[in-house]
């Protein structure tokens, strides 16, 4: 039987395929025969990719049901960092579990989708290399036991993210968009990499295990079988309720800004969509991008734990950070995909800004505090976001494959050359109907459902959020029913020959296909319809296990915030010892914390006093195949302790369907849906929006058009404060030894030589004869000196000579 | 600190001022007084021995450099071995083998010298 | 003094060194024909030698110095002589191929690659200001005729001229500081000056200690090439030969660190002297990294991109030497961090030069980047290792260069160094340094490869292949399993910090 235990096989699998293709290069290589391998060699990586993809669905499927939600844990003690010991291991609870069915499941399609798609390319093997090598990234990343390990492998699928998109480097836009990609999600991950490194010096540890996960009663992980939850892990407990996790919270935050294209780092990701098609289904829909909304889901205490921040005097809870910055580019990415002609880069900024209504979900849960200093808990937006997450993969995937195969068809990729595709590419046309339905909220496909939790937690949360996102969720219909509109009905306008000399757009054609000149546009080959249809499928059900009532996702999937957080201030007199000082301070407002002597359960063997940095390592013997063994060690007391568990405040409770709201928010969100869906339909029937056509726009109005179509002209933004000073800087620092110096030594010659021309008077008017000599001295030294100007040595001399100055003059103190 | 250096900075700076206004007074005395007749002759660099035949400027073979190198480099380190040859029976044995080990390792570079042909002139 | 057979137990590394570069100068003289591959193994043999009797001391050796003082065999040592040693055996396996092809084959050049590694040594085991500076004059005359090393070339002849003039300039200063050092503290010694330093009323108002203090930073910052001292750099890497440049790079600047962290680590315990050389360092360190990042953008030339690098990688390693003075607390979590740093940086610097020394196009040297153009493909390992050394340089996991960047940066993020902007420095520096490392990425695998006459050519006989193998293991491996040294790295920087602590009592 297969069971969890095969865990590390998944992300193994694909690596294997990838060092095949490597190994296999290098050998024609070194036999001379070329490095290209042969296409069948493909085949070895999409069935690889396949028995990976079964495994996954067979270990999620032990760990969310023959298991019931109960992790599986494995590692081993890989390395130590100071006094803290990083075990490099797998671990796979119930939300990797749904991970991993969305992230193989869409590899696996878009790998055998790839087959038909990038048949006889010249480097179609390359291509399955680079696929292979981001498929084991990002399952690595999903199954990861440790921050450092899910950072590993984050770097990783960048990097493979960035080959994938430089593909057809040919294109000078691919390599341009590669680099911009690479090194813009980069700035993230710095931010990202700070915050872990502050996270394993203030706690000690990277192990999710010890960090956020638990179970619903706030007992530590054990061998008792409980259903794991995301919540306060015993190593968090001495940072609970201070703003150092805030920060922390930020700046791993600011590793998802980069990688799941939020504002201000979301500049990358319609740029890539110069990537083959595939790969933007892959890693720019459907996985990699949503690894930043996983990302935060993961370390969700972190964010939900902390202090609220204080910035210039605003004060705010680093999720209510999240929920707006995701508000607002899912709003600005919904209006900039309003005037996008290229039918990816509309679906481009169509997940920038699913990916914020993610992050809405994420950022409208976990606790608020009150007016009167009680916490409350808002239970719906954590899972909303996960299960809106994979859902979108799916319809996400399932529409950028399905204009991969309109591209295929009509070889352009202007929707505007498009029209009346329906009745050509009858296959394509009803999948990508039903993603599209699915995007934009129709009842009862999957995009309806998740969509509407995340309106439920924004309701929950903040009315304005709300009716923001609602706003969105029309703006989204809007543009999806323009799209399809105008590309699929109506009459065929003719592609790539309606229209010459449009070569920004052209460039595709040859790559994108192996035939130029079109006719028709035709139906895509079986190979490529098969994943189509099955991922249609699943967006039309995988929203059926979230239902209002019966939420198995939900119950699956969830945060929890640790027992005696959420408790009254009256309460906390109980618990008091339980929580460090700064919590303690934070619950009780008024100052009503008693000085309470010992509580009679906590014996002091417990030690519950706030751990000293790094004075608990983990146990280093490896533990062995240890679905039930977890690193926390047993003097570690659970938060609360056992006498809570049966406490009537538990917040593990089952939300509260309220299921008139249910009804009042599917409604609303219906009408929105539907408004757009008129508004478009009616506005590009027949074309009538065409707001391309000069004249067609009032001033004012082609303002605000020029707003969109330029994409706020961010890039335009970066490129002026960014790209250009940082050149600025780097031609300053080079020219430093040309110019500066320069300047330098010719200020010393000039002065040198001024003496000298003076000295030289001083000769001839004053000391005519005698002292000759000495204006001859002086006369060699300014020459010496005007030589200096050409020779660069002598720079250079100067230059540490002013350094040995600078030196002393930093370290000494003037008296 | 320097206190006790300050005398002696005036004390130069005396002597530095009494040297200039003496050189500044003699040639002003002399430019006064002095007679002014030119010739030829006087105005050669040396009044006396031979005439200067072309410039200073000769460029030496690049020989002469090596081998006064080789002979500063071999000269300074065998002055080594007086100071050694003072204090020898002070040091004994020990300083017996260590200065064995120098002379070993200045006997190793003169015979890569001799066998690179260094002390070869052509 | 007495000098036993211990003492000469203890610096037996250094003198099988010494001595063998002095045998295969004398053999190479003597029987003039013989094979420089054979001169070549035979001091790779001799590496491997010293190697395996520095190995002995691993990790801890011995704290007592001996020499009376001057020589202090402890862990610290071992650990940076076994970096040198693996620098230098690395470049003999890379050089070997190169010049034969240059066609200056001769027994000097490996002689001076021994004698480079024993001045390094000699500093990295010094206990006394002297021995610092012999082991500092050893090592740059040597790197000097290196320079200088293809006489034919004009660009050589002018590298090796400028190194020297501005070397001699540098180690002129540190004399001068040595000097004022010894004016304050009576002796050169590291623990007697330590004693004075840290005894002294007001040392950190000393005008004298500070002067020398700040003189012998200029000689250290010269040697491993920091800002404003980087000056000869980028001409320096660019004239020398290739492979002298790979050597050049990573051992002076294991050996100028070395010191440098000897030095500042034990000799000046005042907190308050620790804190505000510590403020100057960082400004350094702050300094050398913008400069040095933002400066190899725009390189065309790979030798001047490496040596911008080089450069940059410097200021990385002074952020480490900055959590050193300003943590007293912890003065080893710098220590180790600058140990793990200066290996990983010699096997991933070694790996890059270690591919441009493989490839030649019509004859010459490949060294302007475009050339690169599709190297990935048409060489798949060159190509790969390229791609690996330089994501290691730019720090991506899963290699050598991200843990020592993370080791850095945890050392600096420690509250008691407080020194937030330095780490915010590193981290965006960091950034910038992507976008250059991964532009010879984007050269070799994003751009059509080159075919017919123009083409590169690589040519990788066993030595080279052997050193860059060794190279990439090296990167690859401290990457994947870095716990070992790790450890051992810390075991040391604790006998370091011990051994400061010793010389105060």
């Not at chain 1, 911009?180 to 000690?204: H, P, S, Y």
């Not at chain 1, 249609?536 to 999937?557: I, S, Y």
């Not at chain 3, 943590?327 to 740093?341: I, K």
Request: aromatic share 12%; charged share 10%; net charge neutral.
């Amino acid at each position: 039987m297969v069971d969890v235990h095969y865990t590390p096989i998944i992300p193994l699998l694909p690596l294997v395929s990838f060092a095949l293709f490597v190994l296999g290069a290098s050998v024609r290589s070194w036999l001379g025969k070329g490095a290209r391998l042969s296409d069948q060699v493909a085949y070895v990586s999409v069935a690889l990719m396949g028995v990976s993809w079964l495994l996954a669905l067979a270990v999620a499927f032990d760990v969310l049901v023959l298991r019931s939600g109960q992790p599986y844990y494995y590692a081993y003690p890989w390395l130590s960092v100071g006094s803290v010991l990083i075990r490099f291991g797998f671990m796979v609870d119930p939300m990797s579990a749904v991970m991993l069915i969305v992230v193989a499941t869409v590899a696996f399609g878009v790998q055998w989708y790839s087959l038909g798609y990038i048949a006889g390319d010249e480097k179609q093997p390359r291509f399955f290399a680079y696929l292979s090598l981001f498929s084991s990234a990002m399952l690595a990343l999903v199954v990861a036991n440790t921050l450092l390990e899910l950072f590993f492998a984050w770097e990783i699928m960048g990097l493979a993210s960035y080959l994938l998109i430089g593909f057809w480097y040919e294109k000078p836009a691919a390599m341009r968009a590669a680099k911009k990609a690479f090194v813009v999600t980069r700035v993230g991950d710095t931010f990202f990499f700070i915050g872990m490194l502050w996270l394993v010096l203030q706690t000690g540890t990277t192990d999710f295990a010890n960090l956020v996960l638990g179970t619903a009663h706030g007992g530590a992980l054990s061998a008792t079988g409980e259903n794991a939850v995301i919540t306060g892990g015993p190593y968090l407990k001495a940072l609970m309720g201070t703003t150092t996790l805030g920060w922390i919270a930020l700046l791993i935050y600011g590793g998802a800004v980069g990688k799941s294209a939020q504002f201000p780092l979301h500049v990358w990701l319609p740029d890539a969509m110069e990537g083959p098609t595939p790969v933007s289904a892959l890693i720019h829909a459907a996985t990699m991008v949503a690894a930043g909304v996983y990302l935060v889901a993961r370390m969700y205490p972190i964010f939900d734990l902390a202090a609220p921040l204080t910035v210039l005097g605003i004060t705010f809870r680093p999720l209510g950070l999240v929920a707006l910055v995701g508000l607002g580019t899912a709003l600005m990415a919904a209006y900039i995909a309003f005037s996008q002609s290229d039918i990816k880069r509309i679906l481009a900024y169509s997940t920038i800004s699913q990916l914020g209504f993610m992050f809405i979900g994420l950022g409208c849960g976990g606790t608020v505090v009150g007016e009167n200093g009680v916490r409350t808990f808002l239970a719906i937006g954590f899972s909303a976001a996960m299960f809106h997450l994979m859902t979108h993969a799916f319809f996400k995937g399932l529409l950028f494959l399905g204009s991969g195969s309109v591209i295929h068809g009509t070889g352009t990729q202007d929707i505007w050359k498009m029209g009346g595709l329906w009745r050509h590419m009858r296959w394509t046309a009803i999948t990508f109907l039903i993603g599209y339905a699915a995007l934009a909220g129709v009842a009862p496909l999957a995009g309806f459902w998740s969509k509407d939790q995340i309106l439920e937690a924004a309701w929950e949360y903040n009315r304005l959020i709300f009716w923001g996102a609602l706003l969105g969720a029309g703006m989204t219909a809007f543009y999806m029913t323009r799209l399809w509109t105008v590309a699929f009905t109506g009459q065929w306008s003719g592609g790539e020959a309606a229209a010459t000399g449009h070569q920004a757009v052209g460039g595709h054609g040859q790559h994108d296909h192996g035939h130029g000149g079109h006719g028709l546009p035709h139906e895509s080959p079986r190979s490529m319809l098969i994943p189509l249809v099955a991922l249609a499928g699943l967006a039309a059900v995988a929203g059926f296990v979230g239902l209002p009532k019966a939420n198995r996702f939900g119950e699956m999937v969830k945060y929890v915030p640790p027992p005696g957080w959420l408790e009254p201030a009256g309460a906390v007199e109980e618990h008091a010892l339980h929580l460090p000082t700064p919590l303690r301070m934070a619950q009780a407002p008024g100052g009503t914390v008693p000085d309470s002597p010992a509580v009679p359960h906590s014996s002091p063997a417990e030690g519950d006093s706030p751990r000293p940095y790094g004075a608990q390592q983990l146990a280093p013997e490896p533990l062995q195949g240890g679905a039930l063994s977890f690193p926390t060690e047993e003097g570690l007391p659970a938060v609360g302790g056992e006498a809570h568990a049966g406490a009537a405040h538990t917040p593990a409770g089952h939300h509260e369907v309220d299921m008139g709201l249910v009804w009042r928010i599917g409604l609303l969100s219906t009408l929105a849906a539907l408004l757009g869906i008129l508004l478009g339909a009616s506005g590009y029937r027949g074309r009538r929006f065409n707001f391309r056509a000069p004249g067609a726009l009032t001033p004012m109005e082609s303002a605000v058009y020029a707003l969109s179509l330029n994409k706020f002209y961010l890039d335009e933004i970066y490129w002026a404060i960014l790209v250009t000073p940082l050149f600025w800087v780097t031609r300053t620092a080079r020219a430093v030894d040309q110019a500066i110096i320069d300047g330098l030594v010719n200020g010393a010659g000039l002065v040198t030589r001024g003496i000298s021309v003076l000295s030289r008077l001083v000769d001839i008017w004053v000391v005519d004869g005698l002292v000759n000599f000495s204006g001859w001295i002086c006369g060699r030294l300014g020459q010496g000196l005007r030589r200096l100007q050409t020779g660069q040595v002598q720079n250079y001399v100067l230059v540490v000579f002013i350094g040995v100055l600078l030196v002393i003059a930093a370290l000494v103190p003037s008296r | 600190m320097l206190n006790p250096y300050i005398p002696v900075l005036i004390l130069m700076a005396v002597a530095v001022a009494v040297a200039a206004g003496m050189s500044v007074a003699t040639s002003l005395i002399a430019r006064i007084f002095r007679l002014r007749r030119p010739n030829p002759i006087k105005s050669q660099p040396y009044e006396c021995g031979m005439t200067p035949i072309g410039g200073a400027r000769v460029r030496f073979s690049v020989k002469f450099y090596l081998v006064a190198m080789l002979f500063i480099l071999f000269d300074v380190e065998a002055i080594f071995l007086y100071p050694w040859a003072v204090v020898h029976r002070h040091l004994g044995w020990l300083g017996l083998v260590e200065m064995g080990l120098f002379i070993g390792i200045l006997a190793a570079g003169y015979l890569y010298l001799w066998k690179r042909g260094a002390f070869e002139w052509d | 003094m007495q000098i036993t057979p211990r003492d000469i137990w203890n610096i037996s590394p250094h003198l099988v060194v010494a001595a063998l570069g002095l045998i295969i100068l004398l053999i190479d003289a003597i029987w003039p024909r013989i094979s420089k591959r054979q001169l070549a193994n035979l001091a790779l043999l001799g590496l491997i030698g010293a190697g395996a009797l520095q190995a002995r001391f691993w990790p801890r050796g011995q704290v007592t110095p001996v020499l009376g003082g001057m020589i202090v065999p402890d862990g610290y040592t071992a650990f940076f002589n076994l970096v040198l040693l693996v620098g230098a055996g690395i470049s003999l396996l890379l050089s070997t191929d190169y010049l034969e092809w240059d066609g200056s084959a001769h027994g000097e050049y490996h002689a001076l690659v021994l004698f480079t590694a024993f001045g390094g040594m000699v500093m990295a085991a010094a206990g006394h200001l002297i021995v610092v500076f012999l082991g500092l004059e050893i090592l740059s005359i040597s790197l000097y005729i290196l320079a200088g090393y293809q006489r034919e070339r004009r660009e050589s002849q002018e590298a090796a001229l400028k190194y020297f003039l501005l070397g001699a300039f540098a180690s002129a200063f540190f004399l001068y500081g040595m000097a004022l050092v010894y004016g304050y503290a009576g002796s050169l010694d590291l623990h007697a000056i330590a004693r004075a330093a840290g005894a002294g009323q007001g040392a950190a108002a000393n005008q004298l200690l500070l002067t020398g203090i700040g003189l012998l930073l200029v000689g250290f910052g010269f040697k491993v090439a920091v800002v404003p001292f980087h000056i000869w750099t980028p001409d320096v890497y660019e004239g020398a030969p290739t492979s002298a440049t790979a050597f050049m790079s990573v051992v002076a600047k294991a050996a100028g660190f070395a010191a440098f962290v000897r030095v500042f680590a034990l000799a000046f315990p005042g907190a308050d002297l620790r804190h505000q050389v510590g403020a100057v360092v960082a400004s350094i360190a702050m300094l050398t990294m913008v400069v040095g990042n933002t400066a190899a953008v725009l390189q065309t030339n790979i030798k001047r991109l490496l040596a911008y690098s080089s450069i940059a990688h410097a200021g990385y390693i002074l952020v480490g030497v900055v959590a050193v003075l300003r943590n007293p607390a912890a003065p080893a979590e710098g220590v180790s961090a600058v140990l793990f740093y200066t290996l990983a940086y010699t096997f991933m610097n070694l790996g890059a030069f270690a591919v441009v020394l493989a490839l030649r196009r019509r004859g010459e040297e490949l060294l302007n980047i475009e050339e690169y153009a599709g190297l990935g493909f048409r060489y798949p390992w060159l190509g790969a290792l390229m791609a690996l050394f330089m994501l290691s340089l730019a720090g991506m996991p899963p290699t050598a260069g991200f843990f020592a960047k993370l080791y850095l940066i945890r050392a600096a993020l420690s509250p008691l160094v407080g020194m937030w902007w330095l780490v915010i420095t590193l981290a965006l520096t960091s950034v910038v340094s992507f976008y250059y490392y991964i532009r010879v990425v984007t050269v070799m695998y994003m751009r059509p490869a080159v075919e017919g006459e123009q083409a590169p050519q690589a040519s990788a006989g066993p030595h080279l292949g052997t050193g860059l193998a060794l190279a990439a293991l090296g990167t690859i491996l401290l990457g994947l399993i870095p716990a070992g040294i790790l450890q051992a790295a810390q075991q040391i920087a604790e006998g370091l910090v011990e051994l400061g602590g010793m010389a105060l009592r």
